[in-house]
């Protein structure tokens, strides 16, 4: 079937609007998960969803950022008045999840955001 | 806290060498260990696993060996292919410590003909 999908692909923004970047994850997983992948930072968890509830969000760098998950399934990250700081490819991965990290993450592609 | 740290890269191979990316980790507790590899435009793939000490993952040819005493999860190919250029990354999972995966700052390999 098919894979976890992300899109845009890449976004170039101004400096100071918000964007929206979306998570379509593997149909029947119930946990979803986004990641930064900052250049030479590795990847930073930024938000875990069980459902459509986010137990976890210890990771978003401030409260610019925030994510929502409808009907269990697809995912939106928001981050509002970009700075130049948040460039970055955002990752979504999506796993089965009766006992959190026992299971495969399955990571989308990206969406390469660039501030402009 | 927890955290993974990786060789730095990049790593520049010729084809049908021998392949050692090191890994090492700090946890409190027994963590499961991961290795996933990012192919040029593509998104992670989980690459193999191992759960406990001294359990050795393995897939396409790489291998990785939970080792307790040295805190250490190297991963070994024993003769690269240009096929096998891609980011590495390493990673733990803590049950108890949040719900993410803790990835490493990633390898770069590089494998010419």
């Known amino acids: 079937g098919a894979g976890v999908s992300q899109s845009p692909s890449n976004k170039v923004t101004e400096k100071g609007k918000d964007v929206e970047l979306r998570c379509d994850p593997i149909?029947?997983?119930?946990?979803l998960y986004w990641y930064r992948q900052s250049l030479g930072q590795g990847l930073e968890f930024l938000i875990y969803?069980?459902?459509?509830?986010?137990?976890?969000k210890s990771g978003l760098p401030s409260d610019r950022f925030s994510a929502e998950r409808t009907g269990g399934s697809v995912s939106t990250l928001t981050i509002q008045r970009t700075q130049q700081e948040d460039s970055a490819v955002y990752l979504c991965?999506?796993?089965?999840?009766?006992?959190?990290?026992?299971?495969?993450?399955?990571f989308g592609p990206g969406t390469r955001l660039t501030v402009t | 806290g927890n955290s993974v740290t990786q060789m730095e890269g990049p790593v520049t191979l010729s084809e049908e060498a021998f392949l050692t990316i090191n890994c090492t980790y700090t946890?409190?507790?027994?963590?499961?260990l991961f290795w996933y590899v990012q192919y040029p435009g593509e998104g992670l793939q989980l690459l193999l696993k191992a759960t406990k000490a001294d359990d050795k993952g393995s897939n396409k040819g790489f291998e990785a060996t939970y080792r307790k005493e040295t805190t250490s999860f190297h991963l070994e190919k024993g003769s690269v292919q240009v096929s096998d250029s891609a980011v590495y990354f390493c990673a733990l999972y803590l049950p108890n410590s949040g719900y993410a995966l803790n990835f490493g700052k990633g390898t770069s390999l590089l494998v010419t003909p």
């Open positions: 149909s029947g997983h119930t946990a």
């Open positions: 946890a409190t507790g027994y963590p499961s």
């Open positions: 991965a999506s796993s089965l999840a009766s006992l959190v990290g026992a299971y495969e993450q399955y």
């Open positions: 969803f069980q459902g459509n509830s986010a137990p976890d």
